[in-house]
C-alpha cells in the first residue's frame, strides 16, 4: 500500500507487504532529511538519514528516496512487521552542520500492521 | 541502553507551579536540543544547547521558559507559571556534533497542567 503524502495520516498494510510511506518537505534549501519512528508513549527513534547529495540510501529492511526536484521524500519497509506499527516522521535541516541545528518535523503517518 | 534519559516521565502541575523537566544526553554528547510535541502532531524545535551556551533558541517562547545545560549535571528545561496550554511531551535529543550525527531522543516527559 502508499500512502500520498501529508494528507493520509493512515496508512494500513498487511504483515509481510512492502510499506511506501511518503513526504512532501518544504524547504528547497534542506539538505538533510530523516527519518523517525515513534511507538506510543516513546520518544523518536532513528530509522535512517539521506543527505541531499544522494537520492537513495538503503538499510536494513529500509530504503529512502530523495525526489529533490519535487521536494518528495519516501520511506519503503520491506516484509512490513507488527513491530513496524507506529508513527512515522520525516524530518528536514537546512544547512546541517551550520548555524542552524534544529530539525522541521512533518505531522507523521501512522502505519498499522494487520497479521 | 545508555540513551538520553529524562525525567520525571510523567510530571503534573497547578496552573502557576513551576516545571523542570531535565535530561542527560547520551555519553560523550555534548550538543542538547528540545523539542516539544502536541497530541497527533510533529515535534516542534524549541532550543539548541552546549555545554553552558546557548546556541539557538528561535523555537522558544519568550516568556516563562529557559532552559540551561550547565558544565556539570544535566540539561533543565524550565517553565515558570505554567498554564494549561503548556500540557505537551517534551523531548530531549543529543547529539556528538553539530554537523554530521543524527539526533537521538529520550523518552520524553510528558507535563500535566490541571
Known amino acids: 500500500g502508499e500512502s500520498v503524502g501529508l494528507h493520509l495520516p493512515t496508512l494500513s498494510v498487511q504483515e509481510g507487504d512492502n510499506s511506501i510511506i511518503n513526504c512532501a518537505y518544504s524547504?528547497?534549501?534542506?539538505?538533510?532529511f530523516i527519518w523517525y519512528k515513534q511507538e506510543s508513549g516513546k520518544g523518536p527513534q532513528f530509522i535512517i538519514d539521506?543527505?541531499?547529495?544522494?537520492d537513495k540510501r538503503q538499510g536494513q529492511r529500509v530504503t529512502v528516496l530523495l525526489n529533490k526536484t519535487v521536494k518528495h521524500l519516501s520511506l519503503q519497509i520491506a516484509a512490513t512487521q507488527p513491530g513496524d506499527s507506529a508513527v512515522y516522521f520525516c524530518?528536514?535541516?537546512?544547512?546541517?552542520?551550520?548555524?542552524?541545528?534544529?530539525?522541521?518535523f512533518g505531522k507523521g503517518t501512522k502505519l498499522s500492521v494487520k497479521p | 541502553n545508555a540513551g538520553v534519559m529524562q525525567n520525571p516521565r510523567h510530571l503534573v502541575r497547578r496552573r502557576g507551579q513551576e516545571a523542570r523537566l531535565r535530561c542527560s544526553p547520551m555519553?560523550?554528547?555534548?550538543?542538547v536540543y528540545w523539542y516539544r510535541q502536541l497530541p497527533e502532531e510533529g515535534l516542534k524545535f524549541m532550543v539548541y544547547?552546549?555545554?553552558?551556551?546557548?546556541?539557538?533558541e528561535s523555537g522558544m517562547p519568550k516568556e516563562r521558559f529557559s532552559a540551561e545545560f550547565p558544565k556539570e549535571g544535566p540539561s533543565i528545561l524550565r517553565i515558570q507559571q505554567v498554564v494549561r496550554g503548556d500540557s505537551a511531551a517534551y523531548f530531549c535529543?543529543?547529539?556528538?556534533?553539530?554537523?554530521?550525527?543524527?539526533?537521538?531522543f529520550g523518552n520524553g516527559t510528558r507535563l500535566t497542567v490541571t
Open positions: 535529543a543529543s547529539s556528538e556534533d553539530r554537523g554530521s550525527s543524527p539526533l537521538h
Open positions: 544547547l552546549q555545554k553552558e551556551n546557548i546556541i539557538d
Open positions: 539521506i543527505r541531499s547529495n544522494m
Open positions: 524547504n528547497s534549501a534542506s539538505d538533510y
Open positions: 555519553k560523550g554528547h555534548s550538543h
Open positions: 524530518a528536514e535541516n537546512m544547512n546541517y552542520g551550520g548555524s542552524q541545528g534544529n530539525l522541521i
